[in-house]
């Protein structure tokens, strides 16, 4: 195949994925051996803004500790606003065209508040910030983005199912997530979290982990990338002065995976430092999502989440010779400052 054939072959792939088609991601197409990968990447300068417009030589990738040139690069806007989708031309990686998703594709958030409950004084007084602060994130989506939200206390809850009416979110946050134990939530239209929450499983989740768990194989069903908001005081348990996340966790962090969403944990706890603390740092990181303490400095927290949900790339690689499994990555800015999130392993 020539180099324009390839290269055109594999922005295919990435268009596909970047539309959230409702098929799996390419690296997990049944019954086809591909030998690309694609991961998703949140990248943001040095003072947090989004850095769109970047193309494959931009990056530097590692899996397994090898060096693995990138071959493409989309970026994939998550805003529903025209004015959001800037261009990239094609020397950057992007679509012939200059679109930054081919075909002019208008992707929509999708977008997961979990809040952690528990009425213990500094984490009460933790949970009653985050529910202000979580409607201040809602402040800049708009009606294409689609907004769940559940908590979590001895089980997993639904409040309320995938929406666009951002003025429900607001509802349910201040009515019904402090106080309400909410009853089943009917399935409604697509996509709709309610009709692929397996409501034993939720019942059931004893432990933040079994929660992330649950969540994880709900939003499997759901197409394209999700980001899932998590308002908590931690994960694991402490003993003998080590954390150690439940054994549900290896579970959960594949599910999650396979869903394609990334978990931003936001620290509710009124400490400098606390060990539950080292849960939330690791499904963050695992995932590709990002950790904050809010009570330290709650508007540079908001500031970069909200930067986040803003967009985030597809990128494309040749898959490595070598053993099939699960493989370790690293990915990084390559001759730029910034920060790059994206999840630290894949399977294929």
């Not at 399935?187 to 994880?216: F, I, K, T, V």
Request: charged letters at 25%; glycine letters at 10%.
């Amino acid at each position: 195949m020539s180099f324009a054939g390839r290269r055109a072959a594999v922005l295919a792939f990435v268009a596909l994925a970047a539309r959230g088609t409702g098929q799996e991601p390419p690296h997990r197409l049944p019954g086809i051996e591909t030998s690309r990968v694609v991961l998703e990447a949140r990248v943001s300068d040095p003072r947090g803004r989004p850095l769109p417009g970047l193309g494959p030589a931009d990056f530097r990738l590692e899996v397994d500790g090898r060096e693995v040139p990138v071959e493409s690069a989309v970026w994939v806007a998550e805003r529903g606003r025209e004015t959001d989708r800037p261009s990239l031309g094609p020397s950057r990686g992007s679509d012939p065209s200059g679109s930054a998703l081919p075909g002019g594709a208008d992707p929509s958030g999708t977008v997961v508040l979990l809040f952690q409950k528990d009425f213990e004084g500094s984490r009460l007084r933790g949970l009653l910030r985050a529910l202000g602060q979580a409607k201040e994130l809602l402040s800049p989506l708009t009606p294409r983005d689609r907004v769940a939200v559940l908590t979590f206390d001895s089980h997993l809850r639904l409040h309320l199912d995938f929406t666009s009416d951002l003025a429900a979110v607001r509802r349910t946050i201040d009515e019904s997530v402090l106080l309400r134990w909410p009853g089943p939530v009917d399935a409604g239209e697509p996509p709709s979290l309610a009709a692929h929450l397996d409501r034993m499983e939720a019942r059931q989740a004893a432990s933040p982990e079994q929660a992330l768990l649950a969540l994880g194989r709900a939003l499997e069903g759901i197409p394209g990338t999700k980001t899932i908001l998590l308002f908590g005081y931690g994960l694991g348990q402490l003993r003998g002065g080590t954390v150690v996340l439940d054994h549900d966790y290896g579970a959960a962090r594949r599910a999650l995976e396979e869903a394609r969403a990334a978990v931003f944990c936001l620290d509710v706890t009124e400490a400098d430092w606390h060990s539950l603390e080292v849960g939330l740092q690791q499904v963050a990181e695992d995932t590709g999502g990002q950790y904050f303490k809010v009570h330290e400095n709650a508007g540079a927290a908001l500031a970069r989440v909200a930067a986040a949900l803003s967009g985030h790339y597809v990128l494309a690689f040749e898959r490595p010779e070598g053993r099939r499994g699960e493989h370790r990555v690293r990915l990084a800015l390559d001759g730029r400052r910034g920060t790059v999130l994206t999840r630290s392993r894949y399977v294929d």
